[in-house]
C-alpha cells in the first residue's frame, strides 16, 4: 500500500514538473528550481487531502477495496481516445457558437436543461460536468446526486448531452458497453420553470 502511494506521489510531482516546464519554456537554473519547488509545494499539499474522503461514494469504494472488491475503475486506454474525441467535440461546438454570433440574425435562443444521467460513479459525473463546460455554448451550472442543470446558448449544443453521445462517452470510460446514460431531460426556455 505504501508503495502505491509513493507511485502516485512521485507521478504527480512528474506531471507537475511537466506541465511547468512546457508552460514556461526557458529550461535555466532558476526556472527549473521554481518548478521543483511549485511542484513539491502542490504534492506536499495535496498529501494532506489525500487522507480525507469528501464523497459517500468514495468511502464505499475504499470499503469494497479492503474487502478485495473490484470497484469500477477509469479505463485509462480509452481516456486516450476521449481526450481526442472531446477536442473533436470542442472545435465544432466553437465553430457553431462562432457561426451564431456572426450571423448577422444572431439565432441565439438560451435554455437550461436538466437531466438525469445513470454514471457508475462520482468521477464520471465531474468528468462529464467539466466536459459540458468545456465546450463552448454549454456551461454546467449545477450536479446534484445524478441531476445536472447546464445552461445552454442554442439548441445546437445541447444536442451531443441529450442524445446521450457526451454522457455515453464518459460512462465508456468505467464501462465496455454502458447501457442509456442519459434519462428524465426538461429543456427550459423560461426563468419561472427553473424553480
Known sequence: ????????????????????????????????????????IVVLLHLRLRKYYFHEEEVKEARAKAKHLDPVQLRFGRL?????????????????????????????????????????????????GNSITLTPGTITIEIKDDVFLVHSLM????????????????????????EQVVGESTIIKSGAEVF
Open 155 to 178: 439548441d445546437a449544443s445541447f444536442g451531443g448531452i441529450l442524445d446521450g453521445s457526451l454522457p455515453g462517452e464518459v460512462a465508456k470510460l468505467y464501462e465496455k458497453k454502458p
Open 80 to 128: 486516450v481516445y476521449y481526450v481526442f474525441w472531446l477536442m473533436w467535440q470542442i472545435v465544432i461546438a466553437s465553430l457553431q457558437v462562432a457561426a451564431a454570433v456572426l450571423n448577422p440574425k444572431m439565432p441565439i435562443d438560451p435554455a437550461l436543461i436538466r437531466f438525469k444521467t445513470k454514471l457508475p460513479n462520482t468521477s464520471a459525473k465531474v468528468i462529464l
Open 1 to 40: 500500500m505504501k508503495r502505491i502511494f509513493f507511485i502516485k506521489t512521485a507521478v504527480q510531482f512528474v506531471l507537475l514538473m511537466v506541465v511547468w516546464l512546457l508552460l514556461s519554456g526557458i529550461y535555466d537554473f532558476t526556472h527549473i528550481a521554481m518548478g521543483v519547488l511549485s511542484s513539491t
